[in-house]
DNA sequence: ACCTGAACACCGTTCAAGT
DNA sequence: ACCTGAACACCGTTCAAGT
């Protein structure tokens, strides 16, 4: 006989989230995960394959809080845009936000991101055969520079220094972005 | 009575770490690392405060790996180079490397590998005001590609395809410090 | 179909005791 | 001073059993 399902992976991934926001990475314990929803440490082995398992999924769930910014801005404010997305993201779960640099980005998620760095790069004149190339250091900027922050790597500097540090990124990007754009052949874009 | 010491933090750091890299993070145990060292796991807590005092000390001894470069090579063949050895370092220590971008950058073995950065990009013209800055930008960039790569998240993509992308990462570096140059008078610096 | 009880091997850490 | 034996609380995971 059916009964009713009590939890599901969605909410298993979101109690683990919010305890790892919490009380850190250590916490999130089966057992603590299981308290939290108010089911036995067993029940979540239907929904999630293994503690490692349950910690991949944590993390690219982080990805759905990075929202779609509107198509008709321009490709610089767009990249901008996700970039202080990106930012908001880490400070809410600084415990889990490092992990994204060591998922695989091949998940369907992580490529309808990608996808949206490729449509702005792309408006930005980068040349076609070195669109994936660029993307790829992008978005490790943007990602190892908000993971940095919140891990605590730079040391505590003060909120004015920090916004100081995001325009300087900007700036770098924005400058490193234009040997790979076609139409300026004053700076010769890199061969192969 | 004194006795001799059979152990050391040095030699402790130096089997988790050859642990890690044969069989990855989660097979450092105090009890493997005890194994390998011929005592039982109780007597490394005389070395090292707890596991995580102990994942830290190996972590940081990664950074020893990391060869000065020579001072009178010009600024942009220095920062190539330690670009060129950090990846060597990830690639010998794929599972700890990682945790490099979640280390509180201010021990002074820290310290001393970010004054090298310093002394390039001063070297190559960056304004004073800009240096520390620029320095958290280039290394979080190479550090987070370094990472990236050895963790996966870019996939496996051939040799070939590797080497361009660092030839890529070079260009875009070099571009992006363009506007933190001062002799540099078109491009205007960011302000603050 | 979904959750639980009982059980297993293993984990980090302590503390008093040995040399 | 340095290492060990014994013990503790906790961990992830399994499997058969309950509803």
Redesign the pocket.
Known sequence: ???P???DRAAVLRASLAIADEAGLDA?????V?DRLG?????L???VD???DLLDGVVESMLDEIPVPPADLPWDQQLAGMGRSLREVARRHPAVFPLLLQLPAKTPRARSRREQVYAALREAGVAPQHIERVERIVSTVALGYAASEVSGRFGGHSSRTIDGDHRALETFVRAGLQPFITDQPDQPATPD
Chains 1, 2 share one sequence.
Do not use: D, E
């Not at 999130?28 to 603590?32: G, R, Y």
């Not at 089911?39 to 029940?43: D, I």
């Open positions: 006989m059916a009964r399902r009590r939890i999130v314990t089966m057992q603590a299981a089911v036995t440490p067993m029940a082995y239907r929904h293994s503690k490692g």
